[in-house]
């Protein structure tokens, strides 16, 4: 068989090629429903690590985790447009909208309680464009719903090392204490700094943390999507704070 | 890619012989693929700063050189000489792909923290390496052996590497605690070198020093 002819060598190449996709397809789709359940218990995990219900690397297994998350943490939905929990909507009903025009009209807000049954952090979902992907994470507030708990990012595609390191511990810890609002009560936010926090100047103190060096970009775009979001969340919170 | 000539065995020898432990064996020691033939760095020092790190890399790692050893040294006589390196390059993705789904499916967590890595696999040189100086000349039987040991001396050295860095970065190993909190107490801290990629270099440097003056491996 002459093996170097054109015909034999496009032949081959198609053969591997298809050989290879339908293998490559058949994985995927038999990985898929796993893949989803597994990505599902990532971001309840986010939760309740936004919300200091579990430490960074909690040991227990799923199921207790799983557990942890249905008696502790109970989703409502607010309707950003008029600050109001969106009564007969759940948040499947919000993960079927993502693809309408108001996408972000509705959304999921997580709420930690105690072991009292108090509302004790509120988480906020948070996304936005970073350089390269959109950035997913959350936000927690205390109870105050002024000073952050803690905050996650569970899904981006920032660059390994860079704007990955958004989900550096030692920098999200960072996060703990800074206070989104000023002292005229208006909305800042968290601002991610180009360099390092001056502890001496109130402003830093309060509202911002060291920004990602190598990753202006990824940094300016969670300042921005930070405010953005919180911006929509606002009338809900302040309805919050008045109770 | 030092193609060490290894003599052809009787075709009448038995599955795990003499030779056929030579096939597994050498490249543990004598020609360990990154002490040795110094492939495979890029990876080894981006995914040891944890020992479950470094074995989840070396499995899959031993695993897709395993295969991909197997599946090109079966079609070796039908792949035509002009798209070779395209066709080992197919079965190397292929087989990467499956086990980051894998990965993504059964251990999120890991496949996260593995990012980009495991998608590296792909370019990793001593697959390729393996590829073009073993399986194309070798029947399936011994390429296998010969993934299989190749994988298993990569991932040796990333386990050793990752230890040191676990224990001496973040003072645990596989995420227990090792070092006692009554060390911190009395001033002892974490080496922060360990946790970033010069650590690793200056390791594997070492390793390789080792590894070579145990060896007797002289650099002609």
Redesign the interface.
Do not use: C, E, L, M
């Given at each position: 068989m002459n093996t170097s002819s054109n015909g034999y060598v496009m032949g081959f190449a198609i053969g591997v090629c298809v050989v290879m996709s339908a293998a490559l397809a058949l994985t995927a789709t038999s990985l898929k429903e796993t893949q989803q359940a597994a990505a599902e218990f990532d971001r309840q995990k986010n939760v309740m690590m936004a919300a200091g219900l579990v430490a960074e690397d909690d040991r227990r297994p799923r199921a207790e985790l799983e557990k942890l998350y249905t008696e502790r943490v109970e989703e409502v939905v607010v309707d950003t447009a008029d600050g109001q929990v969106a009564a007969g909507k759940t948040p499947k009903d919000v993960d079927a909208m993502k693809d309408a025009a108001d996408k972000k009209r509705f959304r999921v807000v997580a709420i930690a309680k105690g072991p009292d049954g108090k509302p004790q952090t509120y988480v906020l979902p948070i996304s936005g464009k970073g350089l390269w992907s959109t950035i997913y994470g959350y936000l927690a507030l205390d109870g105050d719903l002024v000073h952050v708990r803690g905050v996650t990012f569970y899904k981006h595609g920032e660059t390994p090392g860079l704007g990955g390191e958004v989900e550096n511990p030692a920098w999200r810890a960072q996060w703990q204490g800074k206070s989104i609002l000023d002292e005229q009560k208006k909305l800042v936010g968290v601002i991610v700094k180009k360099g390092t926090v001056d502890p001496s100047i109130p402003a830093d103190k309060a509202h911002k943390v060291d920004g990602l060096s190598g990753a202006t970009i990824t940094s300016n775009g969670v300042t921005k999507f930070v405010k953005q979001d919180l911006m929509a969340f606002e009338k809900y919170l302040a309805a919050l704070r008045r109770h | 890619m030092t193609a060490t000539s290894i003599p052809p065995v009787a075709a009448k020898s038995s599955l795990l012989g003499k030779d056929q432990l030579k096939i597994i064996k050498d490249p543990l020691w004598d020609n360990n693929p990154i002490a040795f033939q110094v492939l495979g760095i890029c990876s080894a020092l981006a995914v040891t700063t944890r020992v479950d790190k470094a074995l989840v890399m070396g499995i899959g790692v031993t695993l897709v050189c395993a295969l991909a050893n197997v599946t090109i040294s079966t079609i070796r006589k039908?792949?035509?000489?002009?798209?070779r390196i395209?066709?080992q390059l197919?079965?190397v993705s292929?087989l990467v792909?499956?086990f980051d789904?894998?990965l993504?499916?059964?251990m999120?967590?890991l496949s996260?923290q593995l990012?980009?890595f495991v998608g590296l696999i792909i370019t990793n040189c001593i697959i390729m390496g393996r590829l073009e100086a073993y399986a194309m000349q070798n029947p399936p039987g011994r390429s296998l052996l010969d993934g299989i040991g190749n994988g298993l001396g990569y991932m040796w050295i990333l386990v050793v590497v990752a230890a040191i860095r676990e224990v001496f970065g973040a003072g645990k190993l596989l995420?227990f605690q090792v070092v006692p909190q009554a060390l911190y107490e009395s001033g002892y801290v974490n080496n922060g070198l360990m946790v970033l990629a010069p650590g690793a270099f200056i390791l594997l440097g070492i390793i390789v020093w080792v590894q070579r003056a145990i060896s007797g491996y002289v650099e002609k």
């Open positions: - | 039908f792949i035509p000489n002009k798209i395209i066709v197919v079965v292929g792909i499956v789904q894998v993504r499916a059964y999120f967590d996260k990012s980009v995420g």
